[in-house]
């Protein structure tokens, strides 16, 4: 018999490719269901199987996810006792919100940090950096000038 299960894993499980890690042991375990990052950090899971795949999928998912980099701290599972339309292949749901996103850059722009201050042995990548800012800050500076050619044409046609 099938049961349904609404599953949240805390931890560190985020930008490791934790759900596609869940989906690929999904679909081994032939689960309906689907997964998603939620903004609180968590990871959360709708999945129904049969008696016992759903808790030996989890143990493979805290096998495999520690080898790929998770800390699970905690897995909270909740039996859902109606019955729950699901896709019938397991999916990984793209739910990133601008918030996540904005995290994703401020975690990718302090890797970069992190690469300029402690790369003396790379000195390319820094040169490349500083070629990159001051093509960037010329872009602005161009841009400025172009703001403010647009703003007397619009005096001048606010003029007449």
Not at 12 to 23: H, N, P, S, W
Request: glycine letters at 8%.
């Amino acid at each position: 018999m099938q049961k349904c299960y609404n599953l949240m894993i805390t931890g560190k499980v985020l930008d490791i490719g934790f759900r596609a890690l869940v989906e690929d042991i999904a679909r081994l375990y032939d689960l309906r269901g689907f997964v998603f990052n939620d903004l609180d950090g968590s990871i959360k899971i709708v999945c129904c199987g049969e008696n016992g795949v759903v808790a030996n999928f989890l143990e493979e998912l805290k096998t495999r996810g520690s080898q790929r980099g998770a800390v699970i701290e905690e897995i909270t599972s909740k039996e859902i006792p109606f019955a729950i339309y699901l896709p019938q292949r397991f999916l990984r749901l793209y739910t990133d919100e601008l918030a996540d996103i904005g995290r994703k850059l401020d975690i990718g722009n302090d890797l970069l940090g992190q690469i300029t201050s402690g790369t003396s042995e790379l000195p390319d990548i820094k040169k490349g950096i500083n070629n990159l800012n001051v093509k960037f800050d010329s872009y602005l500076e161009e841009q400025r000038e172009h703001n403010q050619r647009l703003e007397k044409i619009l005096e001048k046609l606010s003029e007449r």
